[in-house]
């Protein structure tokens, strides 16, 4: 069995960082991309950036020119841990963030998700 979690979320001021983790664990798996989502309250969950095994990123399209400049995605392969960190935030940043893996024979798998706040 494979498992995601994240973890690192928090209530922050705008303006502020966090810094996400994305821990995936189990036996017998191979991953080829790593991903970020969020959902923000009463919308639906979309692509933040994805990065796959050679470093190459792509960000969701509804989210590019909100996030790019201000959020890096990175990966330790070795380690199957990733990262999200977030500069600058702001109050439309709030949502519930997900990491989500491709596996090589297990599919996709998603974590639970973190609760990110930004307010005034």
């Known amino acids: 069995q494979v498992q995601v979690m994240e973890s690192g979320g928090d209530s922050v001021q705008p303006g502020g960082s966090l810094r996400l983790s994305c821990v995936v664990s189990?036996?017998?798996?191979?991953?080829?991309?790593m991903a970020w989502y969020r959902q923000a309250p009463g919308k639906e969950r979309a692509l933040i950036a994805i990065?796959?095994?050679?470093?190459?990123?792509?960000?969701?399209?509804s989210q590019e020119s909100s996030v790019k400049g201000r959020f890096t995605i990175s990966r330790d392969n070795a380690k199957n841990t990733g990262s999200l960190q977030m500069n600058d935030l702001r109050p439309e940043d709030t949502a519930v963030y997900y990491c989500?893996?491709?596996?090589?024979?297990?599919?996709?798998?998603w974590g639970q998700g973190t609760q990110v706040t930004v307010f005034s």
């Open positions: 989500a893996v491709a596996t090589r024979m297990r599919g996709d798998i």
């Open positions: 189990g036996s017998s798996f191979t991953l080829t991309a």
């Open positions: 990065m796959d095994n050679e470093g190459t990123i792509s960000y969701g399209r």
